[in-house]
């Protein structure tokens, strides 16, 4: 196989830094240029004793500021070139629709961790009862039965375990913490959690920011149950992946096509469009929507096309499935090993420290921007404290009636906040280098320009001469006629000089009209000669599809089955040609 490129390019290493789910833990990954992300993403879980992989993934944030989940079937720095640092967020990518299936213990405490996480962010949202039992699950977890003696007064409030904790949901936890939860082991107390945060509507939803067809403030998320909506805090539409077709998108518009059943006969197709914020932002929710669906509803990942979800003209448009699917890991009888390793866990007080090793990155706002950012948009999905619509494009938003979420937020604001003071800290930076270097310029430009003009080449001032006046008569007479004699020169060196001015700026104007007319005549004679290739390029080009169409050559049959082909036919081809032959009377 031959591969093109330095022969340097082989021996160089690159390292990459990885962020666990708890912020203060990270692994480093040096790897090569041909290595895939794959290989990143099984180097971080064997370092962690996870067997179950296929639940997890990496996610980064490119020099745009967009997220993006590490593609596991290419090469990792052909993703991430454009990144100075390569940082990765190990995360729950598919959220397993029962989190207690799981075969391992150290499985099901990685996905304890990421829900702690998006309990803590506020993307699991739920109502303040709910809160404070998931509240006092996670301190009976890690600081176990309660102990009058260690646990006094408000003990809850050490711990940063909300996004807006307030005094009755602490008292309500410390009472669940004290009674309902006395005697569970921390592995007890998980699994209740997990079962409690499973149930939840806003469970494995990751909210994206998007606006109906009436141009409302809406939010998209995407688990295993299919392809959801919400309104402010209501949920407004659920469509399952047993009703979704087809998934596609068309710049900004992210489609889905539907199959609805409205009664036991009668099947009904509808056609739902989001617009997004961005067309990187459309492909990252189209994207997300194609993994998903793929692994929770194929039965093996070898039945996995190559989909293609943009038109025939749209870029990065083909998507191909790596990994195994959910019923593929279920299916795996008996258990991955024979002992399981033992698990460490964490503290909840890690959550409020931040390690002077580990770098800052998008996925992990500072503390000062959280509050900033967590506090403009709005979560999901059980109470209609906050309308959406009211929302405007700065992301200023109601808050939420529920005394448990007044300031909840989307995960995309998550992966951006540091970013932006990353870039805002560097934008500061040029800004005051560029102010010195000003200062600098002006300093000497107004040396040069004012204080040089009045010294002479010794450095000295210049001296004035005065004339003195003369006492004769024919003294003054002639010191006249010499004035008006140099007057006189001095008017006719002016008038020569004004001449000359007016000679060059027409000599300039006609070179200017000279070069004008040789653009225009040279713009037309591109355009002459553009505008027939353009006619019989797009003849050809017509007259292709028509014999692809309308034909039944069989050398074209696998040109017409490719997805691409098929799309194009039923976006474009068929529209255009019902309205020739309604208006024109062809075909």
Not at 32 to 50: A, D, F, R, S, T
Not at 241 to 262: A, C, D, P, R, Y
Request: net charge positive; glycine share 6%; aromatic share 10%.
């Amino acid at each position: 196989m031959l591969k093109f490129g330095s022969k340097s390019d082989v021996t160089v290493v690159h390292r990459a830094t990885i962020r666990l789910l708890d912020d203060s833990e990270i692994i480093h990954c040096d790897f090569e240029p041909q290595h895939k992300g794959m290989y990143i993403l099984e180097y971080v879980c064997k370092q962690l004793n996870i067997l179950e992989t296929d639940y997890f993934g990496l996610r980064y944030v490119d020099h745009c500021r967009q997220r993006h989940w590490l593609d596991l079937g290419k090469t990792a720095i052909k993703q991430v070139k454009d990144m100075d640092q390569i940082l990765f967020s190990f995360r729950v990518k598919f959220y397993p629709p029962d989190p207690l299936r799981l075969k391992e213990e150290i499985t099901k405490y990685q996905v304890y961790q990421q829900l702690k996480r998006d309990l803590l962010h506020g993307r699991l949202y739920c109502s303040p009862g709910e809160a404070a039992l998931l509240a006092a699950c996670i301190v009976q977890s890690e600081l176990g039965d309660y102990d009058p003696e260690m646990h006094e007064g408000n003990y809850i409030s050490e711990h940063k375990l909300l996004l807006k904790q307030t005094e009755t949901i602490e008292e309500k936890a410390m009472e669940l913490h004290q009674t309902e939860l006395k005697g569970f082991t921390p592995e007890e107390a998980e699994t209740r959690f997990l079962g409690l945060a499973s149930k939840l509507d806003t469970y494995a939803v990751d909210p994206h920011p998007v606006k109906d067809h009436r141009g409302t403030q809406l939010y998209l998320g995407i688990n295993h149950c299919g392809i959801l909506t919400f309104q402010g805090s209501r949920k407004t539409h659920h469509f399952r992946w047993s009703e979704v077709q087809k998934i596609n998108f068309e710049g900004k518009m992210f489609i889905v096509h539907l199959t609805i059943n409205e009664d036991v006969r009668t099947k009904k197709k509808h056609t739902v469009g989001f617009k997004c914020p961005t067309g990187s932002n459309c492909r990252h929710v189209w994207r997300c929507a194609i993994e998903q669906m793929l692994f929770f509803t194929l039965p093996k990942a070898s039945d996995a096309p190559v989909v293609s979800g943009g038109s025939i003209f749209s870029w990065g448009t083909k998507f191909k499935y790596t990994g195994r699917t959910e019923r593929e890991v279920l299916e795996e009888t008996g258990p991955l090993r024979k002992e399981e390793p033992p698990i460490q866990r964490c503290q909840t007080t890690c959550l409020r420290r931040k390690a002077s090793s580990v770098p800052a990155t998008p996925s992990t706002p500072s503390q000062d921007l959280v509050e900033i950012r967590y506090s403009s948009l709005p979560r999901s999905c059980h109470s209609a404290g906050l309308d959406g619509t009211g929302m405007s494009e700065g992301g200023t938003g109601v808050p939420l009636s529920s005394p448990y979420c007044p300031d909840n937020t989307l995960p995309l604001l998550e992966t951006v906040s540091e970013d932006q003071e990353i870039h805002a800290r560097r934008n500061n930076v040029g800004q005051h280098e560029g102010e010195m270097n000003d200062y600098y310029f002006r300093d000497s430009f107004d040396h040069s320009s004012s204080e040089s003009q009045l010294l002479d080449a010794s450095g000295k001032p210049h001296s004035r001469s005065v004339t003195p006046v003369p006492k004769m008569q024919k003294l003054q007479n002639s010191k006249l006629c010499l004035q008006q004699k140099h007057q006189h020169q001095h008017q006719h060196q002016h008038q020569q000089q004004q001449q000359l001015q007016q000679q060059q700026q027409q000599q300039q104007s006609h070179l200017a009209r000279r070069f004008q007319g040789k653009l225009r005549h040279r713009s037309m004679r591109i355009l002459r000669r553009f505008v027939p290739a353009f006619m019989l390029v797009l003849t050809a080009f017509f007259v292709s599809l028509i014999m692809i169409f309308e034909t039944d050559a069989t050398i074209f049959n696998s040109l017409r089955k490719t997805p691409e082909m098929v799309a194009f036919r039923n976006q474009y081809y068929v529209p255009l040609k019902e309205f020739l032959r309604t208006k024109f009377g062809l075909f």
